[in-house]
């Protein structure tokens, strides 16, 4: 059985993170594959019906797979196995790149148009907004929970020996990957997902959530920046050949943690922001509908009241 990962003898460089050292069994690599060759079939059937989807939707789902693809299936996953700053790569842009732009991509909602209403898409349909509906989905999507998990995949695995006890394997060290994306996808789902959601937060809610998560990551990496000592055994003795210092290598895993979160929070709050102020727009409107409708029956019945032959 291949429970060995694939470690490259190479000094890390820009051509061998991003070259092919595929691993024994590519699980998050295939599971991008498999994201974007479904929602490409979706978008097909969608257009087929004469449907048209924003363009920006796309691509947004099908970069995300990208990246997805990148970070776990070239020669990063290789090094990310015994380099800090490498791992922590992957981690942040498993959990804070990847779940926006899945998210932006709009699954859900493709899922919906395209599915049929018959054979076994009824059944896809039933299962999937049963499994929305149920009570494990407002659990787990509750930012009692979100927040939490969120912040568990950095304070509480770096700050901890769990991370030295289950990414010492291969097999866990895929599912500690699995779980930045998860964590990641149940912490942005709830702020940026148009579809239908088993409870809906209001807009000061979602803010509320952002703004508590943003400040804490950027607090983890200054945790990292200035240790003194290897925070994680795993990263504490990379291969000789590739002549690099640990302890130079964590500064600059602290310093990922400090700042590749930035951008990518200030771009969420961007798109949150101009979705806000369109709900605030439609609600305003549809409101001084309401008024007006009011009014103008109000000003007919006054009229009746004055000619009594009506």
Known sequence: MLTIAVIPEAPPTIATLLGWNPQPVPILPLIGVTLAVLYCWGLFR????????????????????????????????????????????????????????????????????????HGAGRILLIVALSGLRSRAARIVLNPGVTIPLFLFSYYGLYLSSLLDIVGSSWIGHIAIELFFLASGLLFIVPILSTGPLPVRQSNIGRFFDLFLEMPLHVFFGVIVMMSTSPMVSLFADPPPQWGIDPMTDQQLAGGLAWSYGEPIALLIVIVFAVRWNRDEARTSAVKERRIDDAELTAYNLYLKSLDPQR
């Open 46 to 117: 969608l257009r087929a019906s004469g449907t048209k989807w924003q363009g920006r939707r796309t691509a947004s789902f099908l970069f995300g797979c990208g990246l997805l693809i990148v970070v776990t299936g070239l020669g990063i996953e290789g090094y990310g196995h015994k380099l800090f700053s490498v791992w922590m790569f992957q981690h942040l842009t498993l959990s804070m790149a990847i779940p926006p732009l899945l998210v932006l991509g709009s699954p859900g909602r493709l899922l919906l148009r395209t599915a049929a209403h």
